[in-house]
C-alpha cells in the first residue's frame, strides 16, 4: 500500500478530522458538517516531497448565511487554518431538504391548494425541493432556500413524474425548517397515464436476446495500489470528491522507460441545466448539480453485471455525513477494460498481407442520480495514448403537466397532457495539462482556405492556422466544426524525434453548444463558465470551480469569468484548460418515461506527444489470424 498523499481520505481520517474540529472552542455546538474532504496538495509540495496530508472541513451554523472553512492537518489533528465566509451559502444539505418535504406535507395553505386540485392523499404526494436560483422574491434574501415543486404518485413504487402538480411552487427556509409561501398559480388538469418503466409494466418482453457473456480468464491487465492504478502503460491516481465525483491525478504514460506527465489533475468542477421555457413554473428552473447538489454525494452504488460487465474493480467512495461522520458509497467507481473495436488495420493489395489490432480502453467510471436525472462519467484511456470523456445522460426528463390537446412552445409533449421544457446540459471539465512538465501552452488550431491565385490555381489548397492563447482573454473561444478548431496544449521546451514541440490536441467530439440564455439573465450571469467552450487559465491552486466556490443562490459573477477578467498571462507558466461542453436537450416522445442514454464528451489526443503510432507494439489477437506479415 503506497502511501500517497493524493490517496483518498480514510474513514478513520474523515472521524479524526471531525473530531479535532468539534473539540476546538470555536465549534458552534449546532453546526452540520457540509464536507470532509482531502485537502489536495499544492503542486509544489507534491514535487518537492513536501506535502502535508490535511482535510478540509465545511461547517454551517444555523440558519443564515455564511460557512466556516476549516483545514485540520491529519499528520497530527491540528487545526491548520479556520475562517468564517460571511455572505455565502453552501450546498443543498440533505437532512434540510429532508425537512423541507415533511414540513410542506403538513403546511395548512400547500394542503388546501392540494385540496383544490382534489389530492387528499398527501402520502403519495412526491415533493423535489429545487435550487432556487437568484430571481429577486422577497424569500432569497438572506435566506438558504429551495423551491419545492410536487408530484402525484398513485402507490409509493409509481413513477411521480407522470403527474407534476402544476401551478404550485413551495418557497421553503431551509435553514429555519419553515414554509416562507406557498404559491399557487393555477390548477392544470392531472395527466392519466402512468409512466411505468418497470419489466412487469412493459410485457411482453423480448424473448430472442442471447446471453453476451465477458470473459478474461487470465484476469484483468489492470493492477491497484491504493489508488494508483496501472494499465498497460498508462498510470493515473484517482480520488473521489463530493461536488467533482471522480478525479484524475497525475496521468501518466511511460514511453521508451520513461514515465511521461500528460495531466496532472482532470474533473468536471461544474455543471449547469437551464431550462428554455420563460414560464412561472418552469423560467427559474438551472440547477448547477455539482455545486449544488454535488455528483460526487448524488452517486449510487454501482451492480455487478449491470452497470460495468467484465472483471471489474470497484472502489468505494467514503464521503462525510452531515454529523461528520463518515459514510461509505460502496462500489462507487467502477474500474474495468473493454474491447474497443479495431485499432488499427490494413489490407496490403499488392502483398497479399493484412494486419489487424484490436483497440482497447480501460475504462473509469462513476453514476451520478441528481433528482430525476442520472449523469453517468466515463473516463476511457486507450492503448493509442487517446483519453477520452464520455458524459451518458439518462434518467427521466423534468416534465410539466399542460391542458390536453395544447401545445406548448418552449417544450415537447411527450404523453397526454405531460410536456418537457427545452433544456441543456452544460459541463465543465477542469483540465490541468502537464505534457511532459507543467509549463505549457495553448494553441488554437484550425483550418484555413486560401484565395483563388497563382499560389492556389487549383482552389483547393487549406492549412492550419495556429493560434497561441497568450492571454485569459484571448483565450475565450467557442467550438467551430467547420474550421475543425480544436486546441493544442503543447510544451515549447520539450519536442519528439521529428524536432516537434509535443503536444495533446483538445477535440470536441461533436458540436456542442454554449449557454442559449442571455448573458445578462440570472442563470447566464451564475453560468458564466458556459458562456464560452474554452477558457485557460495560469494554474492557482484556488480556482477550482468553474461558478465559483458557493455557486447555491450566487448572484454570479464567480468562477471563470472573475479570474480571467484579470487578464493574466498564460506564456512560461502552468497554464489549466476548462472545457465547456455539452448538448441542448430538445425532449423527444422516445424520452419518456426514462431516457435512453444520450452521449456527450471531449477527446484527448497525442499530437507530436510520440513519434509514431504508439500502438504498433500491441500484439495481434490469438490465435494469430488477424496477422499475415512476418
Ligand atoms: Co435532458
Redesign the pocket.
Known sequence: MTTSPLEMLSGAEISRASAAVRTDSRFPADATFVHIVLHEPDKADLVQGTAVRAAEVQLVDGPGLGVIEVVVSLDDDSIISWDAIDGVRPTLLFGEAMHAIFTTKEHPEYIAALARRGITDVDNVQIDPWPAGVFGYDAETDRRIARCISFLRTDPLDNGYARPIEGLIVHFDLGRNEVIEVIDHGVVTMPEQHARYFASDNEPLRTDLKPIHITQPDGPSFTVDGNLIRWQKWALRITFDPYEGLVLHQVTYTDGGRERSILHRASISEMV?PYGDPGEQQGWKNAFDAGEWGLGRMTQSLTLGCDCLGEIHYFDAVLASEKGEPQVIENAICLHEEDAGIGWKHVDLFGGTHEVRRSRRLVVSFISTVGN?EYGFFWYFYLDGNIQLEVK?TGI??PMAIEPGTNPEFATVVAPGVA?AN???LFSARLDFDVDGSVNEVHEVETETLPAGPDNPWKNAFRVKDTRLDTELDARRDTNAATSRAWKIVNPNVTNALGQPTAYKLTPMMSTPTLLAHPDSSVGKRAGFAQHNLWVTPYRAEERRAAGNYPNQHEGGDGLPRWTAADRSLVDTDVVVWYTFG?T?I?RPE?WPV?PV?YTGFLLRPFGFFDRNPALDVPPSAPGACHEGP
Open positions: 441545466v436525472y445522460l426528463v423534468s418537457a433544456h441543456q446540459h448538448l436537450h425532449v424520452d431516457t444520450e
